[in-house]
């Protein structure tokens, strides 16, 4: 469908000019369909916030908000599911931290790896200069 020419531009044959056009069409609607969910439901929230700014316009309102957890637990205090929540967030951050050391580990591994491949592709390519942990070289702060 497509030919390279010595000038690196890409010629369309003539016979292929309609699969080409079809195709840049299907390419364009699936653009616009991954994007028109968002789009279309923040249009419908602000076309829905209008009613709520008329219908409030030039009165005086008061509004109480209340959020809460409510853990009443019959005869005892609750004090074990204080405890079950701190155990699960001191899990959590644990987990956190740990994937953290070990994904820095890995990029410790690959980064020679890497900038010989780099290497291999285009000898005069410059190396990103990242810290062999992947962190932002200090002199570049």
């Not at 497509?2 to 069409?25: C, E, H, P, T, V």
């Not at 309102?61 to 005892?76: D, F, H, N, P």
Request: contains cysteine; hydrophobic residues 40%; glycine residues 10%.
């Amino acid at each position: 469908m497509k030919k390279r020419s010595a000038g690196n531009k890409i010629q369309i044959n003539a016979d292929n000019l309609k699969d080409y056009a079809l195709l840049q069409f299907a390419e364009g609607f699936s653009k616009f369909a991954a994007i028109a969910p968002k789009w279309g439901a923040l249009a419908f929230l602000a076309y829905q916030l209008r009613y709520a700014i008329t219908e409030l316009a030039g009165k005086e309102t008061l509004a109480l908000i209340k959020a809460g957890v409510s853990y009443e637990m019959g005869r005892g205090s609750g004090g074990w599911f204080n405890v079950a929540c701190l155990l699960l967030c001191v899990l959590g951050v644990g987990y956190g931290l740990f994937q953290r050391w070990m994904r820095s580990r890995q990029i410790q591994m690959d980064t020679e790896h890497f900038k010989r491949l780099e290497r291999l592709i285009d000898k005069k390519r410059s190396s990103s200069n990242l810290t062999s942990k992947g962190k932002t070289n200090p002199s570049d702060k």
